[in-house]
């Protein structure tokens, strides 16, 4: 009887925090964190549940998709910042990048030898996956993502950083990645070495995508696919096939959103692709 009962209250609480979390129910994402409780963030987090852009009213104060309580927008744009600034210093410290008069990153010309230990991720890699970047002459064997994951240079459709919108709407946003130009079917490739941390299933705002942790800290993020070809805890290596753009979640055309965090901050995703990558016009 006792276990029936402890069962049944089980099922009632995690209920009630799926409907609260928006699992169930629909409710309005991006959500402030100040809103949630401790559970409640840790089963969003749990469900890979992350927002890529945030909202703030005519005050600047965040008013959704804010990772912490009620930021300030020059807060968040400083932090923003800085995160960028020793993002870039670590590629030419410890990468051996250059930063060309335009401020332009390009990766050493030299091949980066393959690394059969995966840097310090634990999940093996394949021996098979160690051909992708060799059949796919676009990518290299490297665990730092560099090069557009569509294999070519396209255009920009909305840009990382803050963007304002119409002046009746009054609010001003902030974009944690990059929307890449691309019709639907566009093959999507691993920048770098990796582990599939999350995928999701038509996810609200992100729709179909996938989340790929890096060595050093780095993760790579994808949204609105069509179509994931890997699978959560699958290794992947550079030039690997990921899954296909689409026109899933919360959006308004087919393109790929493409985020990069180092340690955990999303920062710009232009320091980490090939320099001709311009604003769509």
């Not at 296909?244 to 990069?260: C, K, Q």
Request: net charge negative.
């Amino acid at each position: 009887m006792w276990g029936g009962a402890i069962i049944s209250f089980a099922m009632a609480m995690f209920t009630h925090t799926a409907v609260f979390a928006g699992f169930i129910a629909p409710m309005e994402f991006p959500k402030v964190a100040a809103d949630l409780s401790f559970v409640d963030r840790m089963a969003l987090n749990a469900a890979g549940y992350e927002p890529y852009e945030s909202e703030y009213d005519e005050n600047g104060k965040c008013i959704s998709g804010c990772a912490y309580a009620l930021p300030n927008i020059e807060d968040e744009i400083a932090a923003m910042e800085r995160r960028n600034a020793m993002a870039r210093q670590d590629l030419v410290d410890d990468y051996g990048y250059t930063e060309t008069e335009d401020g332009d990153l390009i990766p050493p010309a030299e091949d980066v030898p393959w690394d059969d230990g995966q840097g310090d991720l634990d999940t093996p890699f394949p021996i098979e996956h160690k051909q992708c970047a060799i059949q796919n002459q676009k990518f290299k064997n490297t665990n730092v993502p560099y090069g557009s994951p569509l294999g070519y240079i396209t255009c920009i459709t909305s840009d990382y950083g803050v963007q304002r919108k119409l002046s009746w709407y009054n609010k001003t946003k902030i974009h944690y990645g990059i929307d890449l130009a691309a019709n639907t079917g566009t093959p999507i490739y691993a920048p770098a070495n990796g582990v599939v941390e999350t995928v999701f299933n038509m996810n609200r705002t992100c729709g179909n995508g996938i989340i790929i942790k890096h060595p050093s800290g780095y993760a790579t993020q994808y949204c609105h696919l069509s179509r994931v070809s890997v699978s959560r805890g699958e290794s992947v290596a550079s030039g690997c096939l990921i899954g296909y753009t689409g026109n899933t979640g919360l959006s308004t055309g087919p393109h790929l959103h493409y985020a990069v965090k180092k340690d955990g901050y999303a920062i710009n995703p232009k320091n980490f692709i090939e320099p001709g990558h311009r604003m769509c016009r």
